[in-house]
Every structure is written in structure tokens, then in C-alpha cells.
């Protein structure tokens, strides 16, 4: 998860402090931060009907990674409530309780892509940077089942206002990407995804060039020549600072090789 400021170590988080995010009356600050908490002791402030047998599972789980801990929080939700706790969760404080929703979007059944893309919406267009990676990581493994239809639907986000919509369109889709799953057809073959990469190529905003540029660096270590390519076209098409700075990111793998 791309972290916003790292922070200090989990161990010199204040009891004050952990105990406000323990129980969702603040949002997280740092990766740090968002490591701390513990989901046991949120899941019983936020949801207090969920049931003891819930909270002692995450209790269990309080030793494991936090991906894996979010999908359990997520499923342990969407067993005692369905769909119907997303609006409550959508709204809460804490941004761990908004990613429990991506998941919890996730996990749900008899979803259609993009259905699922359009319930995540909100959450990839949250200020929180937590909430932001979440939603991307959350219906990833739906992106990778139904690849095709993925970036065709994430192509049309490539034009919204909000840059941060238009980030998740590329971090969601980048081949190898960061604390998921690769995606197979997309390192074998990256211009798959050319439409959605073209109309981004002089993106405007930081956040977004950095999302292409690290994506084209995942293609680079499996197909060098065709990122080196696309990046001398795109430098005649498009000279500004904003492709350049794209491709100067998406080619430091080769150069350091070189």
C-alpha cells in the first residue's frame, strides 16, 4: 500500500492516539498508523453487533498481514450483513472502517464487473491514501477474471476530473503491481492495455504520472524493448514535462541495467 508519510515505528504511537484509531474516532496518518491498529477492538467499536464469534476471529487473525486482515474483516461483514452495512462503512471515520467496504465490494456475490467498478468508485475517489489503495486492491482479483472488460471500463475513467480516479484506472491494471497478484496477460502483453495508457501519457497531475510511469517500469521487466518504444514515440508526440517525467520513471529499471 502506497503510504502517504511512513511515521514512526507502531511501537511509539502514543496509548491516546492508538486508542482513538482503535476504536475509528480518527483517521490513520501514516502506513504506520494504518499498521497499528487493531481490528478486533474497531470492528467492535464500529460494528458492535457483529457478534463475539466475529471479533474473536479477527482477534486470531491480529498476527497476520494487513491484506489478509482486511479480507477477513470484509467477509466476516458481508456474512452478518450483506451489502446492507456498505452505507454505514462508506461514511465512517476511520479510513480502515471505509477499506473494510472496499473488501466487503470485494467480496460480494453474483456482482457484475462493472457494477463492482461502479460501487467502487467512491472509495478510489476517497482523500484518505488508505482508502485510495484499498479500493484498487479490493476488486483486483475481479479485474484479473474478467481482464478485456476491466480496461474498458477503466479506459472511460482516464477523462474524469478527479485525478484520482484516473490513477486507480492505471494502478489497478498495472501488471505486476504492489501487495497483489500479477497480472499474466498484461506482463505477456502490455499493449493490451495502450488505449487507457495513451490517454494518460501527458497526464497533468503527479499522482497519476507516477501511477503510469511505475506501470510502464512493471512492463519493462518483461518486455524492455516495447516500454523503450512506446517512450521514444510518446517524447516526439508529446513533449512536455509531463511525459518526460513519465517516461524518465517508467525506463529506470532499464537504465540501471544499462
Keep these: 500500500m502506497s503510504a502517504g508519510r511512513s511515521g514512526k515505528r507502531v511501537a511509539d504511537i502514543g496509548p491516546a492516539r492508538l486508542a482513538l484509531l482503535n476504536t475509528g474516532a480518527v483517521e490513520a496518518t501514516t502506513l504506520t498508523e494504518c499498521l497499528a491498529v487493531d481490528f478486533a477492538a474497531l470492528m467492535h467499536a464500529a460494528l458492535p453487533e457483529i457478534g463475539e464469534d466475529a471479533r474473536a476471529a479477527m ?22 450483513y450483506g451489502m446492507a452495512a456498505l452505507d454505514e462503512l462508506r461514511s465512517h471515520t476511520s479510513d480502515t472502517v471505509r477499506g473494510w467496504a472496499c473488501f466487503t465490494i470485494g467480496a460480494a456475490e ?42 474498458e471500463l477503466l479506459s472511460g475513467w482516464t477523462a474524469e476530473a478527479s485525478e484520482r ?50 506501470w510502464l517500469n512493471d512492463a519493462s521487466k ?27 520513471r517508467a525506463l529506470r529499471s532499464i537504465t540501471r541495467k544499462g
Excluded at 489478509?68 to 458481508?78: C, G, N, Q, V, Y
Excluded at 464487473?113 to 489503495?133: C, N, Q, S, T, W
Aim: proline share 9%; glycine share 4%; net charge positive.
Design 165 to 214: 480516479l484516473r490513477r486507480f484506472a492505471s494502478e489497478a491494471t498495472r501488471p505486476r503491481g504492489v501487495w497483489c497478484a500479477h497480472l499474466g496477460p498484461l506482463r505477456r502483453s502490455p499493449e493490451m492495455a495502450l488505449p487507457l495508457l495513451e490517454a494518460l501519457q501527458a497526464d497533468p497531475a503527479p499522482y497519476v504520472q507516477d501511477s503510469v510511469g511505475n
Design 110 to 151: 453474483n456482482m457484475t464487473l462493472a457494477d463492482r467498478i461502479a460501487a467502487i468508485r467512491p472509495f478510489a475517489d476517497d482523500p484518505h491514501f488508505g482508502v485510495r489503495e484499498w479500493s484498487w486492491m479490493a476488486v483486483r482479483p475481479h479485474i484479473a477474471a474478467d481482464l478485456d472488460n476491466a480496461l
Design 59 to 80: 482477534q486470531h487473525a491480529a498476527g497476520e498481514g494487513i491484506s489478509r486482515r482486511m479480507t477477513l474483516a470484509a467477509r466476516l461483514i458481508h456474512e452478518r
Design 222 to 248: 518483461d518486455r524492455p524493448a516495447w516500454v523503450q518504444s512506446l517512450c521514444a514515440r510518446w517524447s516526439v508526440e508529446s513533449p512536455t514535462p509531463a511525459t518526460a517525467r513519465i517516461c524518465k
